[in-house]
Every structure is written in C-alpha cells, then in structure tokens.
C-alpha cells in the first residue's frame, strides 16, 4: 500500500505492508496532552486533574479558571471527542471530569496509537518516543501545551535566587517514578530551542545530598526553564496561566545559561550515601549508583544534550565528592542525633577513643582539627537560629554566627584518626548537629573499597 499524506498528524505502520494515517487535529492534540499530563483513565470513564495548589487560590485567578474550563477546554474536548466536561475543585486541584455520558473510543484509540498508556495515572507510564517521532511540528506544541496546563508552575518560589530570573517549574510527582518520561519531555523541548535552568530528578543524590537518614526524599521532578527562555518556543491554553507569564517576563532581568552540551562551568554536588541508594523506587540506571549533578543523571539516562565531557571529568575526581558518613545532619531532638552518631562509633571506629570539648563557635571556626568540614557553618547556624523553618535557619548564616561567635559549642571528636565524623551540641538548646569531613582517612578507605568507576558511572559494591 502506498504511503499516505498526513493531515496535521502522524502516520504508523502496523506491517510492512499496510500503513494507517492518524487523522489527529489541534483540538484532539490538546486534550490528549490534558490526559497524560493529569489523567487518570478507568471504569470508562476519566477525569484530569489540575494541580494548581496555592497559586489557584487568588481570587481573580480562579475566576479565570474557572471561565478557562468551562469555555476553552469545554469547547476542546466537545470538538474532539464530542464528550461534555464539567470541573470541581478537591484539595487545591482543580478536576476536570465527564458532565454526562462520554465515548472514550476514539480517545484510547488515539493514545494507543501513540503508544501512550490507555489506562490508570497516565504519567505513570507514559513514553513520549512515539509522539515525538510521529506528532507534526505544529500538532506537537499544541499536545505539549495539554501536557504544560496540566504540570508548570508558575508560583513566586520558582526562580534562580531572585525574582530577577523568574522560573516556569514543569513538575512530575515522584509517586509517577516516570524518570524516562522526564528525560523524554526535557530533550524534546531542548530539541525546540529551549535552554533548561535545572531539573530535579526524584533522586536521594539530588533531594537529601548531605543526610544519609532522610527518608522524605522523594519530593518528585521538576524541569525549570527561565521564563524568557519557555516563552519563546512554548506557550499555554490556559489563559490564567498566559496571562501570569506574561508578568513574570516583564521581572526576567538574569539572562540564560548555555546551552545543556555547551555547559562546562557548574560544580559537582557533595554526597552522602543515603540508607536509600538502592531503593526499588529509582530505574536499574540509576539504582546504587551516585551523581553529582543533575546533568550527571540526564547522562546516565542517555539524554543526547548532556554534557558529557563535563560529566566524565567530575566521574573521574569522585573520591573528591562522596562520603559514606553524614555530610550534615541537623536535628532538635538530641537524642536521636547522638544515637546516630553513636552507630556510627560502633560500626566503623569501635577500636577509637572519644574525647569532648567545649569551644567557642570562633573556635570552632578556627580550630584546626574542623577544618575541611564543608557543611560546618550551615551547622552552626542551626545550631544558634532564634527560628526555625523546618530543619533549616531563618536569616543570613553569617550574621546568626557573627551574632553568636562568642557563644558555646559542645564537640565530640574521635582520636586516633583523621578527620573524623563530628558531634557538635549547643548546650543552651541541645540542638545537635552531625558533620563529616570528605578528606577523613577512614571515609577515604571506605571509597577505595567500596565504590568503582565505569567511565561517568560510580557504582556502590556494597
């Protein structure tokens, strides 16, 4: 059979005989990318969810919402699909769903067809390989901005230091495990003509660099571009979030980063091993396995934009970056801390003394046997914050020291060895802080037997 034109859509071969052309439009185009960036399809039926949190709450702006929904979208899906769609509003989501009866045929049909998943979360296993290779230029975009209504932020948080270099923050929950899909959407979009700020993959290497005991690591993905950058390739359906963008480009002062293959400039991230560097919920690619940057990672998952030279090089210096004792662990429960730190005597330096001190924090700051410690000042201002947020101080790290350089530092210290891992008490509070030196002789032979290199890939034995 001879091949065929195709009409604003994609051709896909079943045989090598028989070739069937996808009639997909604009309208069509748009509502599957709704589906697979928010849909979850079952029972024959669907709904989509909207993850606008606090930045759908303003007043003004669930006005526009709501007349985006109801006029838009509505009218997109009845073109489409001739399915009738309604919306509510669940725990700052905003839920598009069936008003009635609604024909999911031609809907599976056209996501099969693109071998995107038909039912369950979408994102959970959707592949963009097909799509990509099939999808016309203009029908791409229009599917990419189903996929950026659902999933870019554009909230006040998101920006690179300050509100000089405001960021679109496209994000995937970390419950998708979809680290193929993330790779998939940032190289596509590089593809384009965009310029990635930073991505955040779901990756205790990336969520909890310096604390091997976090458990609340997995906070999910984001892809962020700088504003300036998104818009000149990308754009939404949402009207709310046009309208937003368009005022958050009049802020962008800071100009882009290089291009992803041309970057050789950024540094490589320290690392503690996490207790959770083998968990079931990272891919074969990644699982027991350290990365010192978010390009490290795109690397290992093949993106062709990563840079790999760069990448290769901080491979090669890895015993310069990883510690297999907590760079810093911060906790106002002293018992806990001093229970973990106590594991880590028995299970590495049972056959060492200990010995404490009672310094100032300038000592501390001065003294010889601290130095090398590349979190200790983040540790001393926990230590001496009048607030907290969380874990972390409120305020200038230097001006919470400088305000408290004459106070009292309890510090545990193992003898006998280099540069050993540090319990640091203030005796006011009993806030408690563990800190490691990557340089210590006895983390140096924990990386000498325990970790090997394979070009860009640093694999844990252990």
Not at 413 to 430: A, D, Q
């Amino acid at each position: 059979m001879p091949s065929h034109r195709c009409w604003l859509g994609f051709s896909l071969r079943l045989s090598k005989k028989y070739t069937i052309n996808v009639m997909l439009n604009q309208d069509q185009a748009y509502v599957l990318g709704l589906l697979v960036g928010g849909g979850i399809i079952a029972n024959n039926t669907f709904v989509i969810d909207l993850p606008l949190k606090r930045w759908g709450e303003d007043p003004q702006r669930m006005s526009q919402i709501a007349r985006d929904i109801l006029t838009s979208i509505r009218s997109k899906f009845t073109r489409a699909y001739s399915c009738h769609v309604d919306f509510t509003i669940l725990n700052n989501r905003w839920r598009i769903n069936p008003a009635g009866s609604c024909n999911l045929d031609n809907i599976t049909n056209h996501l099969s067809s693109l071998n995107l998943p038909t039912s369950g979360f979408l994102l959970n296993s959707a592949d963009l390989s097909t799509v990509k290779d099939r999808l016309s230029s203009t029908i791409a975009g229009i599917f990419l901005s189903g996929i950026f209504d659902t999933r870019a932020s554009l909230t006040a948080a998101h920006r690179r230091f300050t509100m000089e270099a405001p960021v679109v923050s496209i994000e995937i929950p970390g419950s998708t495990k979809n680290f193929k899909f993330v790779v998939q959407l940032c190289s596509w979009l590089t593809s384009l003509g965009s310029i990635t700020d930073q991505i955040l993959y779901n990756h205790p290497c990336q969520h909890s660099s310096t604390n091997p005991y976090y458990r609340n690591w997995k906070k999910g993905f984001k892809i962020r571009f700088l504003v300036k950058s998104f818009l000149a390739t990308h754009s939404f359906a949402l009207k709310a979030k046009a309208i937003d963008i368009q005022e958050l480009e009049r802020l962008q002062i800071r100009t882009e980063q290089v291009p992803c293959p041309d970057r050789s400039s950024s540094h490589a991230s320290l690392i503690s091993i996490h207790q959770d560097i083998n968990s079931d919920d990272l891919p074969g690619e990644l699982k027991g396995k350290l990365f010192f940057h978010y390009h490290h990672i795109c690397a290992a998952m093949g993106c062709p934009y990563a840079p790999l030279d760069h990448i290769r090089n901080m491979a090669r210096n890895y015993r310069e970056y990883v510690s297999f004792f907590p760079l810093l662990v911060k906790n106002p429960d002293f018992d806990t801390l001093e229970q973990q730190y106590n594991d880590i005597l028995l299970q590495y330096f049972d056959s060492h003394d200990t010995s404490r001190y009672r310094l100032s924090v300038q000592e501390v700051i001065d003294n010889p046997l601290l130095e090398g410690y590349p979190e200790k000042e983040n540790g001393l201002a926990f230590l001496f914050a009048n607030e907290l947020n969380g874990n972390r101080h409120r305020g200038s790290k230097d001006k919470i020291i400088h305000e408290n350089i004459d106070k009292n530092v309890d510090v545990k210290y193992i003898v006998g060895t280099e540069k050993p891992p540090v319990l640091m008490v203030n005796p006011e509070n009993r806030r408690g802080v563990i800190m490691s030196n990557i340089q210590g002789k006895v983390n140096q032979e924990l990386i000498d037997n325990n970790i090997e290199r394979e070009d860009l890939i640093i694999k844990l034995n252990t």
